[in-house]
């Protein structure tokens, strides 16, 4: 597969062929890692993980990402100066 450097305002980026998106599960958004070989000739191009659309989260993520800690607890909000609730 070919593709072609692209400017894209003042950078430069290519479009990944839909089937190299459907092959690493890819969606618009995705984290990807990107690094050079050794000798700097090749770049490799991996999918981050974990792999999260932009804007939006799994609840099983949310709830493991939370301290095991953690317990909920309601806040009274007072006024701090001449605001108006």
């Given at each position: 597969?070919?593709?072609?450097?692209?400017?894209?305002?003042?950078?430069?980026g290519?479009?990944?062929?839909?089937?190299?998106?459907?092959?690493?599960?890819?969606?618009?958004?995705?984290?990807?890692?990107?690094?050079?070989?050794?000798?700097?000739?090749?770049?490799?191009?991996?999918?981050?993980?974990?792999?999260?659309?932009?804007?939006?989260?799994?609840?099983?993520?949310?709830?493991?990402?939370?301290?095991?800690?953690?317990?909920?607890?309601?806040?009274v909000?007072?006024?701090?100066?001449?605001?108006?609730?």
């Amino acid at each position: 597969m070919t593709t072609t450097l692209q400017a894209w305002g003042n950078s430069q980026g290519m479009r990944l062929p839909k089937a190299i998106i459907t092959a690493l599960n890819l969606q618009s958004g995705s984290k990807l890692e990107i690094e050079l070989t050794p000798k700097k000739d090749a770049i490799i191009i991996k999918a981050a993980s974990p792999a999260r659309i932009r804007g939006r989260h799994r609840i099983e993520d949310l709830a493991a990402a939370m301290p095991k800690n953690y317990s909920a607890a309601e806040f009274v909000w007072k006024t701090q100066g001449r605001e108006v609730w």
